[in-house]
């Protein structure tokens, strides 16, 4: 007689089968399982975003800048306005280690003679001296000092809509930035330069001292910084006198040496008298 099992009866005893493959061993027990897994804890975690830049993004034009860190590895900065050294197309007119009254910013479009045609701001306050327009009204450079500086951005190009009309040429940003627990800072610095220009051997040195200290307790943060420099630069002009300006010398002159033989500009010859400016800055 031949046996026909029935479905219901063939899937209960797979059912059977099946069963003695999941008993060999004891059932894991979740909880077994976390206590086993390592964990740590994490402290507070605090993430703090910088603005990209202080100047305006949404308008078709180049925006450079450089960080407090960048400026401390790659620039030896006695001031503020050594912070732009290295910026494109920018010069700051500064003649020697010191220049105050004719360290004007200048750029592709607007050079050393026009100063009011770019504008300087510390925090958005204008640093500017637009009561001329020249080599002498330069900015206040002196209103930042180095150690405080976070950033500097330069926007180019005229865009008066954002600025005023001034901004023809750039328009320059320092921001600061105030302590946010105790710092000092001591800064020493020293010049040496040996000039030979016309014959003559003179040295021209400059040393620098600044002390910087700062704080926060709570919502108040103070900063303060004393600074010295004292720089003697090398002459900038020379009087001169033209060779075919020269007179036979009258009675009872006195002979004098020095002079140095040149020629100028438009290669006439002339005598370099001697420097016509004061070689202290």
Known sequence: MKFKPHPLAAAVLATLVALPAHAAGPAADPADADAAAPSRSAGVVVVTATQPTSLP??????????????????????????????????????????????????????????????????DGVLLSNLLGNGATFTPRWGQVTPEEIARVDVLYGPFSAAYPGNAVGA???????????????????????PNTLYGQRDSFNAWQASASLGDKAGALSWWINVNRLDSHGQPLTFGTKLLSAGAAPGTGAVPVTGAVAGLNRSNLPWWLIGGATQPAA
């Not at 450089?66 to 503020?80: F, L, P």
């Not at 910026?87 to 009011?116: C, F, M």
């Not at 940003?173 to 610095?189: W, Y």
């Open 57 to 122: 993004t949404r308008i078709p034009t180049t925006v450079e800048g450089i960080s407090a860190a960048e400026i401390a590895r790659g620039i030896n900065a006695t001031d503020s306005e050594d912070a732009l050294k290295y910026l494109p197309s920018l010069l700051v007119r500064k003649r020697y280690i010191g220049d105050y009254n004719h360290a004007v910013l200048s750029t592709r479009a607007s050079g050393t003679g026009n100063s009011a045609r770019s504008l300087v701001y510390a």
């Open 171 to 193: 328009v320059v940003d320092f921001v600061t930035r105030m302590p946010q627990a105790f710092e000092a800072h001591i800064k020493l610095g020293a010049s040496h330069q």
